[in-house]
Every structure is written in C-alpha cells, then in structure tokens.
C-alpha cells in the first residue's frame, strides 16, 4: 500500500472559524466539531483536523487544484474580500503567477494560517 496522508492537524486560534473558514474559500462541506477537533474532509483521504490552541504558530498547506477549482477559489476569495497573492512574503499582492505551476496563489486565515493553492493552468 502506498503511503498516503490521512489527516493533519491545523491550529487556530478558534478551530470552528478556521475550518468554517476553510471550507468556504475551497467549496469544501464542514459538518461541525468532532470531539476537540473541526475537521474539513479535502478528499477521500485526507481530513484536515482544526485545534484550537491558545497561540496558534500557523502552519503552511500547499494543494495542487485543476483550472476549474482555482478559478472557482479565486472567485470565492474576491467575493469575500480575502487578500491573496503570489509569493508567500506577500500573501496580498493580488497576483496568481506562481513560480512552481502554471497558476498559484496563497492567502492566510486569522490564526496565521498559510494556504497554497496550485494550478497546471
């Protein structure tokens, strides 16, 4: 069996907003907290567990996404007035040139929380 990511937990400084949060900007369904946890399903495989902690350092995710799900994030993002933008220095410049994919973004939560997004065009 190949070895593949089953979950990963993301802290935040209020685990229900972050994955609320999350879930909004990816077009992903959040059913709700999970004993201590708020976990957002990505995929068949992967669950992103959000934890509340009372300092969150923020941790960096990185997704690779087809054409029609970024432009469908990238409108979420601009309807919601979240900043975005192409370097992770500079998570609002606005830009999606990338220079690892042909498209790319990154924007942040408010538990400082960086998310990379990755198209092939």
Avoid: C, K, Q, W
Avoid at 4 to 16: D, G, M, Q, S, Y
Avoid at 27 to 45: C, I, T
Avoid at 57 to 71: E, K, N, R, S, W
């Amino acid at each position: 069996m190949p070895i593949t990511l089953n979950h990963t937990i993301v802290p935040a400084a209020h685990n229900e907003r972050a994955a609320r949060f999350f879930a909004t900007v990816m077009g992903l369904p959040y059913e709700g907290p999970d004993r201590h946890f708020a976990p957002v399903r990505v995929n068949e495989s992967l669950t992103l567990d959000y934890l509340s902690v009372p300092e969150p350092l923020g941790t960096h995710l990185a997704f690779d996404v087809d054409p029609a799900t970024f432009d469908a994030v990238l409108t979420r993002l601009r309807e919601a007035a979240v900043p975005y933008g192409n370097d992770p220095s500079t998570p609002d410049n606005g830009r999606t040139d990338h220079p690892l994919a042909a498209r790319g973004l990154y924007f942040t939560d408010d538990s400082g929380n960086l998310y990379e997004l990755m198209s092939p065009a």
